[in-house]
């Protein structure tokens, strides 16, 4: 790699992650293909397509056995905001100014539909943006139609200004960015079809698995179902104007499943995402991606190559444009990630490889930081009531020690539920320093503050869950 050509943080970041920038390869691939991305929102790896048997996910699954579907994709935060600027524009949530919760990008950060405008793309979005209205700005259109998630499936309004869209770009190249809310909290019932049931759903084990749970679960699959249908219909519209032949299909999510251990934390559970391309006829049908790992850091500068525009050079992301064609490439050697202010504030960071994961968390001395969604869920109170009563598993007691500690250190191979962390025994000091050492290194590069730096109040209380404030607390003023 010759590091005259990109910026040195750059250099350092390729080096970290093991794998060179894709910077020669921008030109490789002719013509503008029409790009789509579904996104869900707080859905972990519930979908028939990687492997839960007990959910009805079959337009994503339709989706998965049409393109590629990658086995071991992470985000760059476990929360809504962070990871979504993050892996709009390519750039990890600190170095922007989007660490925290609500904070949307400045005037002068560029996000992808930019990029994509100056080569010609019509752009737009819809639903669920949350990059504030600077992001909002880069697009030539909202469409209209807002949800929800307890307002019921998507209004006549929303697929009407769909076709309206799709109508009016006829024959022009464009990008589309649709932001479902489903399965966000609070769930609703009456307005969600029931299609999946407590008794067949998986609990993991840092849940009770009691009735409330199950059905909470339950809920949260609807969810995810309904959000499948409206995807399906989506889809069929396309399908309707030929447009598939030509048009790149991406569906994931921006954070894990709203549960507590999982949403706002930086185990897998809280970091792991489902990703799916389809392209026809480009892309393989019913091919899958395991060798390595991948950051939704490099989905900017990923989609940006596949239509044949430059990568900037400040992205910190690299472009993973050849494991799509072939899987049997091998991807980063490490992803990081980042978890702070929501609801609670925390300063935790972690760095990935395929057996190892370290953790670093600053805030040592408080228990984990929960979010308002989490704590009023029939998953917490569930928790609690046999946190209470004494009759909490060892699995399930994680989130509520305190302290807890600094560095958590878990062997994937051995441990895939990070329930153990090993940071205590001599056998795992040699491949913690070197992660520790690639953190620290990552944390330079990508001008990452330091923890006291920017301390908020938490805004409810970590041991019961109970709201303190129902506004933002401000920053501490030093």
């Not at 960071?349 to 969604?373: F, Q, W």
């Not at 399930?396 to 191979?413: G, K």
Request: include cysteine; charged fraction near 25%; aromatic fraction near 10%.
């Amino acid at each position: 790699m010759n590091c005259k050509l990109i910026p040195q943080s750059l250099c350092t970041v390729a080096a970290l992650t093991g794998v060179t920038p894709l910077m020669s390869q921008q030109k490789e691939t002719p013509g503008q293909p029409n790009i789509v991305v579904f996104i869900a929102d707080d859905a972990g790896m519930d979908y028939g397509c990687y492997g839960n048997k007990g959910i009805s996910t079959p337009n994503i699954d339709r989706l998965a056995s049409k393109g590629i579907r990658f086995e071991k994709a992470f985000l760059t935060s476990p929360q809504s905001s962070p990871s979504r600027t993050s892996m709009m524009t390519g750039k990890f949530a600190h170095t922007i100014g989007t660490q925290d919760l609500h904070t949307g990008i400045d005037a002068d950060t560029k996000m992808m539909p930019y990029y994509f405008k100056q080569a010609g793309y019509t752009t737009a979005c819809m639903l669920k943006t949350h990059w504030g209205p600077n992001g909002d700005k880069q697009f030539d259109r909202i469409i209209k139609g807002t949800y929800l998630p307890d307002q019921g499936p998507l209004s006549k309004e929303v697929f009407a200004n769909y076709r309206q869209f799709l109508d009016d770009t006829k024959g022009e190249p464009f990008f589309l960015w649709v932001g479902f809310i489903d399965p966000h909290r609070p769930y609703n019932r009456k307005k969600c079809p029931q299609v999946n049931t407590p008794g067949k759903v998986t609990v993991p084990p840092y849940l009770v698995d009691g009735e409330d749970t199950r059905r909470d679960l339950a809920d949260y699959y609807n969810e995810i179902s309904r959000m499948d249908d409206n995807i399906g219909t989506m889809l069929k519209e396309m399908e309707k104007r030929h447009l598939l032949d030509n048009t790149i299909i991406v569906f994931l999510s921006d954070n894990g499943m709203p549960f507590p251990r999982a949403k706002g934390t930086l185990y897998d559970s809280g970091i792991q995402t489902p990703l799916i391309f389809v392209w026809d006829k480009k892309i393989q049908p019913g091919t899958k991606h395991t060798n390595g790992l991948v950051s939704t850091i490099d989905l900017a500068p990923t989609l940006l190559s596949l239509a044949g525009i430059e990568v900037p050079e400040d992205m910190y992301g690299r472009g993973f444009k050849d494991l799509l064609f072939d899987p049997s490439r091998r991807g980063s050697e490490y992803i990081f990630s980042e978890r702070n202010w929501h609801d609670t504030d925390e300063y935790i960071r972690c760095v990935r490889s395929e057996k190892y994961k370290l953790i670093y968390n600053a805030y040592y001395e408080l228990p984990h930081g929960t979010s308002m969604d989490l704590s009023t869920s029939l998953s917490w109170y569930e928790l609690k009531k046999h946190q209470r009563q004494g009759s909490l598993q060892k699995s399930q007691t994680q989130i509520f020690e305190c302290p807890r500690a600094m560095v958590e250190i878990y062997d994937l191979e051995k441990d895939p539920d990070e329930l153990d962390n090993v940071a205590d025994l001599a056998e795992y000091k040699a491949p913690g320093s070197v992660l520790a050492r690639k953190m620290v290194e990552w944390q330079k590069a990508t001008k990452d503050h330091p923890w006291w730096k920017n301390r908020r109040p938490d805004q409810n209380d970590r041991i019961t869950g109970f709201p303190l404030f129902m506004n933002r607390p401000p920053l501490w003023v030093e």
